[in-house]
Each structure stands twice: as C-alpha cells, then as structure tokens.
C-alpha cells in the first residue's frame, strides 16, 4: 500500500480486511465475535506519519497473481 510517499507491506494477509489506524498507530482485523485482533506483527513500513497538506495519490499493489484487494479511506481530518 502506497499513500503519497508512505508505504506499507503487509504479509499474510489475503483473506481478511486490515484497518490502518493512524492515530491509536495500529494494524488491526476484526474476529468473527467482533473484537479486534492485532496485525502489527505482520505489517511493516511507515504507517503513522502525517501526509503533506497536497494531494496524495493511494496505489495498491500485490505479489500474488489475480489477488484483488480494495482501500477504504476514512478520513480524520484536524487542524494543528
């Protein structure tokens, strides 16, 4: 996962949907009871840091032929 000039790998994980949380700096999924489960130990780059105030493209690539995956932003918007 590529966001502006922050990247992201994440290893494992094809099955299942990860949410980056930027501001508890956090890699998680959710169990089928609906708690989450920690992904931190299978995710590596630099996740946490604050985007340049331009735009930033987001590219999603994969090694693994004919694997689709999708990205959800949800935005946190705040003014320092």
């Known amino acids: 996962l590529i966001i502006g000039n922050m990247w992201m790998e994440f290893r494992g994980v094809a099955d299942e949907k990860i949410y980056i949380d930027s501001e508890t700096m956090d890699v998680y999924a959710y169990r089928d009871d609906d708690l989450p489960v920690s992904k931190n130990n299978v ?38």
Not at 63 to 77: D, H, L, M, Q, Y
């Open 43 to 80: 995710s590596s780059g630099e996740p946490f840091r604050l985007l340049p105030d331009v735009s930033n493209t987001v590219e999603i690539l994969s090694s693994e032929v004919g694997f689709f995956a999708t990205a959800k932003i949800t935005p946190r918007w705040r003014w320092f």
